[in-house]
């Protein structure tokens, strides 16, 4: 990593973990395979903040910690890149244990648990669900009828128009929301 740090992706230490590699890295790891509107592409860390701000505006109540987990949830494509679920599917569960061993190392770095308690996993993959809903019609290009082929159409609304910015500040706002929430 940048930071100097030496990760071993297959079995991740919360030691080699620096939020500045993950910010970096997933400001440069783009959100479905670079094919958005804009001259930037849009982030994966950009589409974090997102998720962060689904969960928190659908859980008012929820304690920094299970915030920082909704910025931290796609944590492990600072490494091993941003798939697409299909594809993830077909690699069987290799691909999966990688990633959930990333994961785990991630929140015990930043003083989460390693594993996420159900009832939270399932209300940031509903924000994760909803702000893949909003990419789809407002960056990907799809119409709302074909995002409905694939994507369930949220119930809440987004009220900011997402425009894809440049990985220098999508680094500087990442790294502002997770100060905030530590």
């Given at each position: 990593?940048?930071?100097?740090?030496?990760?071993?992706?297959?079995?991740?230490?919360?030691?080699?973990?620096?939020?500045?590699?993950?910010?970096?890295?997933?400001s440069?790891?783009?959100?479905?395979?670079?094919?958005?509107?804009?001259?930037?592409?849009?982030?994966?860390?950009?589409?974090?903040?997102?998720?962060?701000?689904?969960?928190?505006?659908n859980?008012?109540?929820?304690?920094?910690?299970?915030?920082?987990?909704?910025?931290?949830?796609?944590g492990?494509?600072?490494?091993?890149?941003?798939?697409?679920?299909?594809?993830?599917?077909?690699?069987?569960?290799?691909?999966?244990?990688v990633?959930?061993?990333?994961?785990?190392?991630?929140?015990?770095?930043f003083?989460?648990?390693?594993?996420?308690?159900?009832?939270?996993?399932?209300?940031?993959?509903?924000?994760?669900k909803?702000?893949?809903?909003?990419?789809?019609?407002?960056?990907?290009?799809?119409?709302?009828?074909?995002?409905?082929?694939?994507l369930?159409k949220?119930?809440?609304?987004?009220?900011?128009?997402?425009?894809p910015?440049?990985?220098?500040?999508?680094?500087?706002?990442?790294?502002?929301?997770?100060?905030?929430?530590?």
């Open positions: 990593m940048l930071s100097g740090k030496k990760l071993d992706i297959l079995s991740p230490s919360p030691f080699d973990i620096e939020i500045e590699d993950i910010a970096l890295g997933l440069r790891v783009t959100r479905w395979n670079g094919q958005t509107i804009g001259i930037h592409s849009y982030s994966v860390a950009q589409h974090s903040l997102l998720v962060e701000k689904l969960f928190t505006e859980n008012p109540n929820s304690s920094l910690k299970w915030r920082l987990a909704a910025l931290l949830h796609d492990p494509e600072y490494v091993i890149g941003d798939l697409i679920t299909p594809f993830k599917y077909a690699l069987n569960n290799s691909y999966r244990l990633e959930n061993n990333l994961m785990q190392a991630i929140n015990l770095r003083g989460l648990p390693a594993i996420i308690p159900k009832s939270v996993e399932l209300s940031i993959k509903k924000a994760d909803a702000a893949a809903w909003f990419e789809s019609v407002q960056i990907a290009g799809y119409t709302e009828i074909e995002a409905l082929q694939i369930k949220p119930k809440i609304k987004l009220i900011t128009k997402i425009k910015v440049s990985p220098k500040i999508s680094i500087k706002d990442f790294l502002k929301r997770f100060n905030e929430l530590i």
